[in-house]
C-alpha cells in the first residue's frame, strides 16, 4: 500500500483509512452472508439434519472439511444472499452506454424477490432447481450478489469457501435455536445501499453433545 499510495494518500491517516475499507470488504460481507444462513437455519432446522449428513459424508475430522463437496451447503448460499443481500444494489456491466458521471445500479433486491424468477420468493427454499443446479460463485442476471460482467466480485470462490466452512462447522459443534423473541422482530436495516441484519436478533447456541466427527483427543 505504501509502495503504490499516491503522494496524497501517503499520510498515516490515509493509509489507515483505507486499510479500515479493505477489512469492511473482507470481513463484513462474510459476516453479513453467515449470520442470516444461521438464522435461516434456525427457523427451519430441516436442513440442518440434511446440512449435517452431507459433512459427516465428505470427512471423519470437522477440521479436514472439503468445501467443494458441500453441495448442500452451497446452495444454501445464494438462498440467503437472495433473501438477505449485503447490498440491495449493485453494478453491473453489460455494454449499456450511460453518460459521464451517472450513478448507475441494479435493483438486486427487486430480482431477489420477483415471483416471477422466484417462485413463493419470501420462503427460505435452499434447494430450488437453480440453486441446486449452479454454484454459488456462477454468475447470472437474476443473483447479483456477486455483481456482474466486470464487476463481479473477484473473491468469491474465496469468500464461498470460507462461508461454507465456517457454517459447517458451527453445525457440527452446536445446535442453534432462534431466541423466540426475534419471531417477531424486523429481520433487516437497510442504510444506504447495505442491507444489515437487525442487531438485536439473537441465536440461542449450544455445543451437542455428541459430535460424530470429534476426536476422542479433542474431547
Known amino acids: 500500500m505504501m509502495e503504490n499510495a499516491q503522494p496524497h494518500q501517503q499520510s498515516l491517516h490515509s493509509l489507515v483509512r483505507t486499510q479500515l475499507v479493505v477489512t469492511i470488504a473482507a470481513v463484513y460481507t462474510s459476516s453479513q452472508v453467515i449470520s442470516p444462513l444461521l438464522c435461516f437455519l434456525a427457523e427451519n432446522p ?16 470437522t477440521e479436514d472439511i472439503d468445501s467443494s463437496k458441500l453441495y448442500k451447503m452451497d446452495a444454501c448460499l445464494p438462498e440467503a444472499l437472495r433473501l438477505n443481500p449485503p447490498q440491495t444494489s449493485e453494478l453491473l456491466k453489460d455494454g449499456v452506454v450511460v453518460p459521464k458521471g451517472a450513478l448507475v445500479a441494479s435493483p438486486a433486491t427487486a430480482l431477489c424477490m420477483d415471483p416471477a424468477i422466484h417462485p413463493d420468493p419470501y420462503l427460505f427454499s435452499p434447494f430450488r432447481e437453480d440453486n441446486a443446479r449452479m454454484p454459488v460463485t456462477t ?8 455483481g456482474w460482467g466486470t464487476q463481479a466480485c473477484p473473491e468469491r470462490f474465496f469468500a464461498a469457501k470460507e462461508i461454507k ?16 423473541e426475534a419471531q417477531s422482530m424486523r429481520r433487516y436495516y437497510d442504510v444506504e445501499d447495505l442491507r444489515v441484519l437487525n442487531p438485536g436478533i439473537r441465536l440461542q447456541m449450544r455445543r451437542r453433545a455428541q459430535n460424530p466427527l470429534q476426536r476422542e483427543d479433542k474431547a
Open 165 to 180: 466452512l465456517i457454517a459447517a462447522r458451527i453445525l457440527m459443534d452446536y445446535d442453534i435455536e432462534i431466541n423466540p
Open 139 to 146: 454468475l447470472t442476471r437474476n443473483k447479483l450478489a456477486f
Open 46 to 61: 430441516q436442513y440442518i439434519t440434511e446440512l449435517r449428513k452431507e459433512v459427516t459424508e465428505c470427512t471423519n475430522d
